[in-house]
């Protein structure tokens, strides 16, 4: 029996050297948060038609797999910063996304923190403040204006956009310092990393 089992095994081996290459069993794709999920607005044409707000939404970025939260420490130039940092979405950390119809390319939206009761602005700040998404606006504004877009598909995902600044959100990962997982409108392209899904529960 041990005798056959090596036998097996060694053809196994010999037949992975003859092709040059061995197989690799393929990483399990991450599972659903539970009791969440996927927020499914349809097509751009399909949500800019709601004309409605949806709450208690978690913001999951695509990239890393890390939830949006709100920095709610730090100095004043940076309190409130929304920052991917959450390992799992969290009763504290839910946004309301409102939308307002549609925009250029995409849906004109607004997002507000459940949390602290404000809505996100982008920031116009000079040098590394520049496009810092913050929680502080008690009205809305053209610094609170974003546009959404989505590819729809089996697993819906967002792209935004600020108008404001004219920038795409990203999150900066591995950034030294304060900047760490920051959320900031700063590229002029569109990543397909960069985006990001929203749970409901």
């Excluded at 000079?126 to 697993?155: F, Y």
């Excluded at 792209?159 to 997982?181: F, H, I, K, M, Q």
């Excluded at 392209?189 to 960069?194: F, I, K, L, N, Q």
Aim: with cysteine; proline share 4%.
């Amino acid at each position: 029996m041990v005798f056959a089992r090596r036998i097996a095994a060694s053809a196994v081996a010999a037949a992975a050297a003859a092709v040059g290459t061995v197989a690799v069993a393929a990483p399990a794709a991450a599972a659903d948060p539970a009791g969440w999920t996927r927020f499914d607005p349809g097509s751009n044409r399909a949500l800019a038609a709601r004309k409605e707000c949806f709450k208690n939404l978690a913001i999951q970025h695509e990239r890393s797999g890390q939830y949006l939260t709100v920095d709610t420490s730090g100095t004043s130039d940076r309190r409130n910063l929304l920052r991917a940092t959450g390992s799992a979405p969290a009763k504290n950390e839910l946004f309301e996304l409102c939308v307002l119809g549609g925009g250029d390319d995409g849906v004109q939206v607004y997002l507000r923190s459940q949390r602290v009761r404000k809505f996100i602005q982008v920031e116009k700040y000079a040098g590394r403040l520049h496009g810092l998404l913050r929680a502080r606006a008690d009205a809305l504004s053209a610094s609170t204006d974003m546009e959404a877009t989505t590819p729809g598909g089996d697993k819906p995902v967002f792209s935004l956009r600020s108008t404001y600044v004219d920038r795409w959100v990203t999150v900066e990962r591995n950034y030294p310092g304060a900047d760490d997982e920051v959320v900031r409108a700063g590229r002029t392209e569109p990543a397909s990393g960069e985006r990001f899904v929203l749970w409901k529960r």
